[in-house]
């Protein structure tokens, strides 16, 4: 029990924190995102593919959430985009206070999309409000189908699905429609969405999805 009340506590300070995010994302007028997913899924393929075809329209900025090592974001900084590295140092997850740290480091003017690459993980990344606008999720074809099933808490906090690596569907075992049922289960109202980092299929889809949550 006194286990329970202390995740209690810590996720109650956590929301407090997610509600100045909140205020200080409002008040630059930035739209946030937290990207989630498993190690290897294509959070940072996707992300280099977003801003391939929104650069030079946007203001955008990456914020990249990693155990340990700058790896991606070196990669997304040779971009030219805005890019905050934040290690957690152990931590599995991004939780409100890290995020506070990063956007109060950060110049958000100009800044109208902000894309946060949470670390690769489908458990404890959903307990953790941060207070942005929408939180989206890739899951990818050689996880299996069973994926929804399994980690039901982050499908249903994700407002977008993505599929990623549909190009690799006629060698692996994966039914689209036991996946996209499980996710009918947990969360009937998010966007599902299949791409493929590799061959571009469906990149624009999740861009205009994208870019329709923005209200552009
Ligand atoms: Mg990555
Ligand atoms: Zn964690």
């Known amino acids: 029990m006194t286990e329970i009340k202390v995740l209690q506590d810590i996720l109650s300070a956590n929301d407090r924190i997610a509600d100045r995010n909140r205020r200080l994302l409002d008040e630059k007028g930035v739209f946030a995102v937290n990207l989630m997913a498993s190690p290897g899924a294509g959070k940072t393929s996707l992300l280099l593919e977003t801003i391939d075809r929104l650069k030079g329209k946007l203001g955008i900025a990456v914020i990249e959430a990693d155990i340990a090592s700058s790896l991606d974001a070196d990669r997304i900084g040779s971009e030219g985009i805005t890019t905050i590295q934040i290690n957690t140092g152990g931590d599995c997850h991004v939780d409100a206070n890290m995020l506070n740290n990063a956007l109060e ?3 958000l003017e100009g800044i109208d999309l902000l894309i946060l690459e949470n670390v690769g993980n489908l458990v404890c990344p959903a307990e953790f409000k941060l207070g942005v606008d929408r939180s989206v999720m890739i899951s ?4 299996g ?3 929804p099933y399994k980690y039901p808490l982050m499908f249903s906090i994700a407002n977008a699905v993505l599929i990623n690596k549909t190009d690799l569907v006629p060698y692996v075992e994966f039914d689209f429609r036991n996946f996209s049922r499980g996710v009918g289960v947990v969360n009937p109202k998010a966007a ?3 791409i493929s980092c590799k061959t571009g299929e469906g990149i624009d889809d999740w861009v205009s999805w994208l870019l329709g949550e923005m209200g552009k």
């Open 192 to 194: 599902l969405i299949q």
């Open 105 to 107: 480091s950060m110049a």
């Open 140 to 143: 990818s074809v050689p996880e």
């Open 145 to 147: 189908d069973d994926k």
